[in-house]
């Protein structure tokens, strides 16, 4: 059995995720709606009842990289003045 | 070997089933069912806060979790400045008053409360601003002027009682010039030992730390000073160089967390991490984010009421994340 459950989800604000979830079972989001869960029952059930949608972990990897680039294009098309005040998105290779 | 009886006087307790948590805090006692020594403690985690109504990043912010402000930044797509506020309740955010521009911009120092909220310096559309701005719960008046136009201090205090540490200055970049506030007009003071901009802050205007920060093109810092109200100590430094994270608390209960991490040169690694400060160490808590991030606003006069609104990497996100604890029976181990 894996260790994450990959996937998205819409985060719809409070208590998407409370103090409980956060004990109950590892959880990290990502951009693309990205999260990945702790493969564990109440992660399981978390992410079910969040109308969370499955992916493989290369599904979610593609999810995040196309939001990464996107964001990089952007910030190469900044003027030199813009670039020096933010930093450039770097990649996420996903646990 | 001592016994818990001769240290505290009382022996431990058996039970069959545990207490309420909030009975049993401070208290040990043995589970005779499951065989285990247990008590009650608070456990933090961070939790979904309400989503912004505008996702943003590089923002200013006040108040605490329950009471939040945020202002300024930039929506998507960076660099498109806004002066949009919002206050947070808790539960959801408001929208309210816009800053006035120039502090419409990126890079704003807030402190203070979500009723009594002031910001200073950014870089705006107009370029960058030595103007402050206080906010009084429904509306936004002009402050006064800095004494150096700047954007991105540590900043910390309240309204009538502030200080701005370190900047970033157009020309030389990053400065330790650093001013106080107090209530209608700056005053220049002791700058920080190390020059730096996009810093971490928390505490008063007397009592400060001053953290983290940059000094382009490659130095992610991790120096640490506090003040006193009259001069900067170098204390000791953050574990691993830290900017655009956000701090709160005090000097002797303080916290930082997110924020861009090290190596941050090329590539900027986004923190999901809470640095705790108890006035001389600084140590990594358990708890984490859900979600990495930097640019984002969040604030507290104490380490246990932060937030943390917005930011990126990337596209800025509208989520918001609370920094909560609640008394929990734990097991008692070795380890």
Redesign the interface.
Known sequence: MSLFIYGTAT?????????????DFF?????GSVWVIGNNEKGAVWFASKGGITKTKEEAQAIVDA??T??QE??DA?TDS?K???????N?VLP | MSTYKELFGKYVRSVSSDPPATNGEGQIWYNTTSNTFKTSTQ?????????LNTARGWVGSAGNQTAGIIFGGSIN???SFTGATEEYDG??WTSVSNAPSPLSG??PTGVGLQTAALSFGA?GGAGYTNNSAEYNGSSWTAGGNMNTTSRDRSGAGIQTAAIGANCYIVGSQAEPNSETYNGSSWTAITGTGTARYEGMGFGTQTAMISCGGRN?PTSNLTASEEWNGSSWTAITGLPQGTHKGQGGGTTTDGCVFGG?GSP?Y?????L?NKVDYDGSTWSISP?TM???RAYFGGDSATSSGIYAAGG????YTD??EEF???L?VQTLTTS
């Open positions: 985060n719809t604000g409070k208590n998407f995720f409370t103090r409980q979830d956060r004990l959880l990290a989001g990502y951009p939001e990464i996107a964001a952007a910030w900044l813009q020096s005040i933010s930093s450039r998105p770097s996420i | 456990v933090f985690a961070f939790s979904s806060g309400g989503n797509p960076y660099p539960s959801s990126i890079g870089n382009p861009v941050y090329p590539a900027t690694p986004v999901n708890a859900s979600t990495a990126g990497p990337g596209t989520a918001t909560t604890g609640s929990t």
